[in-house]
Nanobody
């Protein structure tokens, strides 16, 4: 199983980044996909989730209206479009795959750094 994130980097406040996560080694279309983030000294927090078929999305209040999660089940990828970035968005962003049906599974990527600097 692999989840490989890409697209992180340095950006000024108000800028945009698009994170991507390429999945392999499992039945991608059976898993809900999420993006989490962890800032230095803070706990990992859920940023956005999309259901297995892509019909439903959910966002943390702090990113609603600025971030958009999407997936392509044909390409086994999930993306996070981040607009109007703020310094408080600075964190390592992790891709997560979760299957709630038995047997449950939970996979993580290695993370990609996003730094919003002024």
């Amino acid at each position: 199983v692999q989840l490989v994130e890409s697209g992180g980097g340095l950006v000024q406040p108000g800028g945009s980044l698009r994170l991507s996560c390429a999945a392999s080694g499992f039945t991608f279309s059976s898993y809900a996909m999420s993006w989490y983030r962890q800032a230095p000294g803070k706990e990992r927090e859920l940023v956005a989730t999309i259901t297995s078929a892509g019909g439903t999305t959910d966002y943390a209040d702090s990113v609603k209206g600025r971030f958009a999660i999407s997936r392509d089940n044909a390409k086994n990828t999930v993306a996070l479009q981040m607009n109007t970035l703020k310094p408080e968005d600075t964190a390592v962003y992790y891709c997560n795959a979760r299957r709630s049906a038995w047997p449950t599974r939970n996979f993580w990527g290695q993370g990609t750094q996003v730094t919003v600097y002024s």
